[in-house]
C-alpha cells in the first residue's frame, strides 16, 4: 500500500497535534504506511505541497474553501473531520474518514 502523507489542521491549538498523533498510532498498529503531521492555519500555506490530504478539523469548518483552493494546484484531498474527531481517542475514526478518501478517489497516494 502506498504511503500517504496527511496534514491535521484544526485551528484550536494543541488538538491538531492529539489527532495526528492518534491518527500515528493507529496507522502503525495496523501497519499502514501513513504519517499524520500536525500544522495549523498559518503554516499550511508552506506546508500543503508536502501532504497527499488535508483532515480539517470541525473549528476549522469555515475555510474549508480556502483550503480547497490552497490543496488544488498540489491534488492534495481535504477532508473535514466530524465534531466528535477529538474523542476518538485511539484515531480508528480518523482512519476510517481517510480510507473512504482513499477509495473515493479523493486522496491520490504519492501523487507527487
Known sequence: EASVRILVVCGAGASSTFVAQRI???ARARELPWVAIATNGVSLPDEVEAGDLI???PHFAGHLDEIRDLAAPHGAGVVLLDTDAF???DGSRALARIEVAIEDGT???DHH
Open 55 to 57: 483532515l480539517v478539523g
Open 87 to 89: 474523542s476518538d481517542i
Open 107 to 109: 486522496v491520490r497516494p
Open 24 to 26: 500515528n498510532g493507529a
